[in-house]
T-cell receptor, first 111, second 113 residues
Framework: GDSVTQMEGPVTLSEEAFLTINCTYT??????LFWYVQYPGEGLQLLLK?????DKGSNKGFEATYRKETTSFHLEKGSVQVSDSAVYFC??????????FGAGTRLTVKP | DAGVTQSPTHLIKTRGQQVTLRCSPK?????VSWYQQALGQGPQFIFQ???????QRGNFPDRFSGHQFPNYSSELNVNALLLGDSALYLC????????????FGQGTRLTVV
């Protein structure tokens, strides 16, 4: 079945460092891909999405490009802030209309 | 716009009991999905409701059941609670079926003792 594998954490970075969180997927058909962020004690918030190959999703300085050839959707940010500390989830929504999530990557940004 | 709202926020139940969780979708949304998120894990899909019918179901036992009402709100029921059912239960709403983005509620933290 459809699945998502993302880079295990935790990831600890200094403020203004470059961030990459790797995400690869397995799916039949043509899924949509998402990154969600979860702050402590809260639900998931959509960070960005891409619905077809070569699409780039972007929001709040974060970017991810839908790469069909490598079945990847890596999350990047050029300069992280302390406020970016959270858990990040890669997810896909496939033909079955159920969303599959990765295990999550905890990011801690230190001043 | 109130977004997706879930109630209650926290709940403690005893093993063997039954529990009902509630969800109101975001305005304009007609599809509701439920997820179980164990501590330190990603959300796992339980089932999805659209037009008051269960459309898709994940790998969860029949103890997990649901309902969707004509106003699109939804309930998740869990019978014969086990300790392993302790988790954050998330409701997500979306518009129609297909590869659309889902908006999540804050979740209900269920603890089974």
């Amino acid at each position: 079945g459809d699945s998502v594998t993302q880079m295990e954490g935790p990831v600890t970075l200094s403020e203004e460092a470059f961030l990459t969180i790797n995400c690869t997927y397995t799916a039949t058909g043509y899924p949509s891909l998402f990154w969600y962020v979860q702050y402590p004690g809260e639900g998931l918030q959509l960070l960005l999405k891409a619905t077809k190959a070569d699409d780039k999703g972007s929001n709040k300085g974060f970017e991810a490009t839908y790469r069909k050839e490598t079945t990847s959707f890596h999350l990047e940010k050029g300069s992280v802030q302390v406020s970016d500390s959270a858990v990040y989830f890669c997810a896909l929504s496939g033909d079955n209309n159920d969303m599959r999530f990765g295990a999550g990557t905890r990011l801690t940004v230190k001043p | 716009d109130a977004g997706v709202t879930q109630s209650p926020t926290h709940l403690i139940k005893t093993r063997g009991q039954q529990v009902t969780l509630r969800c109101s979708p975001k305005s304009g949304h007609d599809t509701v999905s439920w997820y179980q998120q164990a501590l330190g894990q990603g959300p796992q899909f339980i089932f999805q409701y659209y037009e008051e019918e269960e459309r898709q179901r994940g790998n969860f036992p029949d103890r997990f059941s649901g309902h969707q009402f004509p106003n699109y709100s939804s309930e998740l029921n869990v019978n014969a609670l086990l300790l392993g059912d302790s988790a954050l239960y998330l409701c997500a709403s979306s518009r129609g079926l297909g590869n659309t983005e889902a908006f999540f509620g804050q979740g209900t933290r269920l603890t089974v003792v």
